[in-house]
C-alpha cells in the first residue's frame, strides 16, 4: 500500500536556527511528490511540487529535495512566521487523480 | 482575488440534519477535489471532477455523501442525516490542466453535535 510517513511530528527551534523536515514515501509510479503549509484554521498553501531525484526547489528560507525514497524540507535560519504545520503529499500512478498526504510537522520557531 | 473559495466557512448543525457546502475554483481551472481532514490528520480524498464529470469518488465517501459540479464551475459537497464523526474540516481544492498542483481553499468546518 502507497503510504506517505512524516517525520518528526512535532519539531521546536529557535530563530536562526536550521533543520530538515523529512517525508518517506513507498509508492509505485511516482508522479510527484508536493509540499504544503498549512497555517492553523486554514487551508494548505502550496509550496513545491518535485518530479524526479535529485530534483531541488527553493523559495525564500526553503528548499525540498528528493530522492528515491525520501523528501526533506530544509528550513534555513527559520523566522516566528515559518511557525505552521508542514505536508507532505505523493501523486502516485495508483492513486488516479488525488493526493495522498503524510499527517504533517508541526513546526514551532520561538524568537 | 482569484483564490479558492469556499462558504460557509464554518458551520454548527445537529446530528441528523443536512448540510451543503459550496466551493467556487479558480477560473479557468478545469479540475476540482473535495478532501476532508480531521485535526492531527493530513487531508484524505474524498472525490473529483473534470469538468462536470465527476470521475473518482474514495471510498470515505458514504452515500450520505453527495457533490456536484454543475455546468463545471462551482461545485456543492452535501452531507446527509449527519453524524458526529462527519465532523471535520471540508477542502475544496482545485487546477489547471496543465500542472499538477492543486490549490487549496479556506476550508468549511464542519462541527455536528
Known amino acids: 500500500e502507497d503510504q506517505v510517513t512524516q517525520s518528526p511530528e512535532a519539531l521546536r527551534l529557535q530563530e536562526g536556527e536550521s533543520s530538515s523536515l523529512n517525508c518517506s514515501y513507498t509508492v509505485s509510479g511516482l508522479r510527484g511528490l508536493f509540499w504544503y503549509r498549512q497555517d492553523p484554521g486554514k487551508g494548505p498553501e502550496f509550496l513545491f511540487t518535485l518530479y524526479s531525484a535529485g530534483e531541488e526547489k527553493e523559495k525564500e528560507r526553503l528548499k525540498a529535495t528528493l530522492t528515491k525514497k525520501e523528501s526533506f524540507l530544509h528550513i534555513t535560519a527559520p523566522k516566528p512566521e515559518d511557525s505552521a504545520t508542514y505536508l507532505c503529499a505523493s501523486l502516485n500512478s495508483n492513486s488516479g487523480y488525488a493526493l495522498n498526504f503524510g499527517k504533517g510537522t508541526s513546526l514551532l520557531v520561538t524568537p | 482575488d482569484t483564490g479558492v473559495s469556499q462558504n460557509p466557512r464554518h458551520k454548527i448543525t445537529k446530528r441528523g440534519q443536512n448540510v451543503t457546502f459550496r466551493c467556487d475554483p479558480i477560473?479557468?481551472?478545469?479540475?476540482l477535489y473535495w478532501y476532508r481532514q480531521t485535526l492531527g490528520q493530513g487531508p484524505e480524498f474524498l472525490t473529483y471532477?473534470?469538468?462536470?464529470?465527476?470521475?473518482?469518488k474514495s471510498r470515505l465517501l458514504s452515500d450520505r455523501f453527495s457533490a456536484e459540479r454543475p455546468k463545471g464551475s462551482f461545485s456543492t459537497l452535501e452531507i446527509q442525516r449527519t453524524e458526529q464523526g462527519d465532523s471535520a474540516m471540508y477542502l475544496c481544492?482545485?487546477?489547471?490542466?496543465?500542472?499538477?498542483?492543486?490549490?487549496f481553499g479556506p476550508g468549511t468546518r464542519l462541527l455536528v453535535l
Open positions: 471532477f473534470q469538468n462536470e464529470a465527476q470521475l473518482e
Open positions: 477560473s479557468e481551472h478545469n479540475r
Open positions: 481544492a482545485s487546477r489547471e490542466d496543465s500542472r499538477r498542483a492543486q490549490y
